[in-house]
């Protein structure tokens, strides 16, 4: 199932202004893995991200998807393949109604209506917002519009799972069901988060960016442990480790 693979190479990028994203960001997470990524503020968590299906380009370096180099030849099929779940929802979100907007995509992949129905109402059910199908998206509290997000990326099955804060702005019920949920989905996910206890909890492997670099890449366990790794990163231990030690 080489087609789950992601790889980085010798990412590197400058936003139009100057600002560098990234510079010189390189790995390889293989099929089925968990991987945080983790940072301070403007480390490049979500710069990273956005190169994984191909909304940014790299100046320099390649983004690979299982065996094909990320090109705009074949940028569709990787933008089926990686579900992408933005930092900021209002760039998720964009249909008259929740359920128009969970709609799209599987619409879009030629699904039957009724089909399309059906896995508009269960991506809704599985994030728990079934209730606001009628709403419009921009009038949700910022917490069911993450939730929102979210099921429009579980709406179109996707192969890879990218996620940018995803329990920012959820309640605690609504983090630990999406953290239970992730659990549940077994392809490959990339997840960057502030949040270090669902790191923890989710993933076997974290990467750690710092100024548009990678610090560390390994077992979170260690990485989390590590105080001085993670004071050099501009992190702190998560609140589990905390309240143990
Ligand atoms: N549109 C943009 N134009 C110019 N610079 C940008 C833009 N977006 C991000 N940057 C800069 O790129 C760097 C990396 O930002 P990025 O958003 O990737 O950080 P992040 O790790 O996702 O941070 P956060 O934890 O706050 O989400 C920062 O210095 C940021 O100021
Ligand atoms: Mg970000």
Redesign the pocket.
């Known amino acids: 199932m080489s087609h789950h693979i992601v790889e980085a190479s010798d990412l590197h990028y400058t936003?139009?202004?100057g600002?560098v994203?990234l510079r010189g960001v390189t790995f390889r997470i293989s099929h089925g893995e968990s991987v945080a990524l983790v940072?301070?503020?403007?480390?490049?968590?979500?710069?990273?991200l956005l190169h994984l299906n191909g909304y940014l380009s790299p100046r320099q370096g390649t983004v690979k998807i299982g065996d094909y180099p990320l090109t705009k030849k074949n940028l569709d099929a990787v933008r089926r393949s990686v579900g992408m779940v933005f930092?900021n929802p209002d760039d998720q979100l964009f249909m008259p109604t929740v359920f128009d907007d969970v709609a799209f995509g599987p619409l879009n992949l030629g699904l039957a209506k009724d089909e399309v129905e059906r896995v508009v109402v269960r991506s809704l059910e599985t994030v728990g917002v079934a209730h606001l199908a009628k709403r419009p998206p921009y009038k949700l509290s910022q917490g069911e519009k993450r939730s929102v997000s979210i099921a429009t990326v579980l709406a179109m099955s996707p192969d890879i799972l990218v996620m940018d804060?995803p329990t920012s702005s959820l309640d605690p019920r609504s983090r630990r069901r999406l953290i239970e949920l992730l659990k549940t989905f077994r392809h490959t996910k990339i997840v960057?988060t502030?949040d270090l206890d669902m790191a923890l909890d989710l993933c076997e492997r974290t990467i750690v960016?710092h100024q548009?670099r990678i610090t560390a890449d390994g077992q979170t366990k260690k990485i989390l442990y590590d105080e001085e790794l993670l004071r050099a990163s501009s992190l702190e231990k998560p609140l589990s480790i905390q309240l143990k030690t």
């Open positions: 936003y139009p202004d600002t994203g940072g301070e503020n403007g480390a490049g968590k979500s710069t990273l930092q804060e960057a502030h960016l548009g």
